[in-house]
């Protein structure tokens, strides 16, 4: 069955800084990851998407993850936090074994940001 | 496209009653997805549908919990002899699922915030 872990719960961060948001999975098959991003008061939206090829994704709000495939790790990063990024951040994973396919969330990431 | 559209929005109940939510999917996404978020948590998986036909339903769905999509088009998840324990957001997902669409990501509603008293 596949899981996902995101170890940190909470990560303060002051605005213009680097972050780095991780997040683990375990799977016995391929898999597609994703980062959904929840802004307070708004539902879950998608951030960026693993699916094939390069293995660096990027959003067009200036986050990347990199799918690490020995590592099973696909950790999310911004160079420069803005005030506006302040939200809570889900890794999931779906298994692309064909026929029904379930997405596993993880628990989230609380980022603040500091101004 | 008008989104995943969830109703009530809030819903307040006493321990026993019956509550129905509904869901409003994306008009041409054939998979709907129910989930259930409580406090620090990522949303946990309950239910999956392509089309009209429930494929799959988590362990967390007790007897009490029944979902169902009869033409295909929107849903509704129904919770029996409430319990405190049933207080959490419940979150309803689409996506496209055929074809090359297989890997699109979840268009989520802005979930039912259930609190039972």
Known sequence: AQSVTQLDSQVPVFEEAPVELRCNYS?????????????P???????????????????????EAEFNKSQTSFHLRKPSVHISDTAEYFCAVRENSGGYQ?????????????? | DTGVSQNPRHKITKRGQNVTFRCDPISEHNRLYWYRQTLGQGPEFLTYFQNEAQLEKSRLLSDRFSAERPKGSFSTL????????????????????????????????????????
């Open chain 2, 78 to 117: 129904e919770i029996q002899r409430t319990e405190q324990g049933d207080s959490a957001m419940y979150l309803c997902a689409s996506t496209e699922g055929t074809g090359s669409a297989i890997d699109s990501p979840l268009h989520f509603g802005n979930g039912t915030r259930l609190t039972v008293t």
């Open chain 1, 41 to 63: 008061n708004q539902g879950l939206q998608l951030l960026l998407k693993y699916l094939s090829g390069s293995t660096l994704v990027e959003s067009i709000n200036g986050f």
């Open chain 1, 27 to 39: 799977s016995s098959v391929s898999v597609y990851l994703f980062w959904y991003v929840q802004y």
């Open chain 1, 102 to 115: 379930k997405v596993t969330f993880g628990t989230g990431t609380k980022l603040q940001v500091i101004p």
